[in-house]
């Protein structure tokens, strides 16, 4: 009997601490938040391999990662911050991720929380490793002012958390302290950069014998 009401005591207090703890949607739209391939306009991002998707410029038998990161500071690179969830692309909406509501865990209600996108190819485990082999996305917003390799939009300080059971806040969308429509740009492969380092140099050889 001591442990059956232990074990509810317990279960209760975990959703007591899930409930007062701060929550985003990590989910877009598709439409005014949408992840495309080179431009926002174009070829929207779809849930099969890299391969299999005619804007990707892409070789990979891996999907695209998004991982939802948040700090209290300022965002400079990507290891900065912690971890709240990764998905792939949602398999029903081309340009959507597959997301929902995260909880933000050590955060509270109304509490100001930088928020940071990351997509990176899934072949790695983390954007780190993607960055060492140039898998990582460079992708923004508004365009090449943004300067955090790998990033879907300039981190976005959000207005406040919110807490369960309210909605969670949104991070995707138009409004100030949101990720807008995003260009995802593959940067290149090593083999394509070795081998266009190869022809530099053929080049340069080829100059000098003249």
């Known amino acids: 009997m001591k442990k059956l009401i232990l074990t509810a005591a317990l279960s209760a207090a975990t959703a007591l601490s899930g409930f007062s703890q701060g929550q985003v949607i990590f989910q877009n739209s598709g439409v005014n ?42 965002f400079t690179d990507a290891a900065q911050g ?24 050590g955060t509270a209600a109304g509490q100001q929380v930088y928020v940071q996108v990351f997509a990176w190819d899934s072949t790695y485990a983390t954007p780190d490793a993607a960055l060492a082999a140039n898998a990582l996305f460079g992708a ?34 138009t409004g100030v302290g949101q990720f807008g429509k995003a260009a995802l740009l593959s940067s290149p492969e090593p083999t394509t950069i070795a081998l266009g380092g190869l022809g530099a140099a053929a080049l340069l050889m080829f100059r000098r014998k003249k």
């Open 33 to 74: 938040a949408g992840l495309y391939f080179y431009s926002t306009t174009g070829t929207k991002a779809a849930s099969g391999t890299l391969a299999s998707q005619a804007a990707a410029l892409s070789t990979s038998t891996g999907v695209i990662d998004i991982g939802l990161y948040w700090s209290t500071q300022a």
């Open 82 to 105: 912690t971890l709240a969830d990764t998905v792939t692309m949602s398999t029903t909406q081309a340009g959507a991720i597959g997301g929902g509501t995260v909880i933000l865990g």
């Open 140 to 173: 923004w917003s508004a365009g090449a002012a943004n300067t955090t390799y790998g990033a879907v939009g300039a981190a976005q300080l959000t207005s406040g958390l919110t807490v369960s059971p309210a909605p969670g806040a949104p991070i995707f969308g």
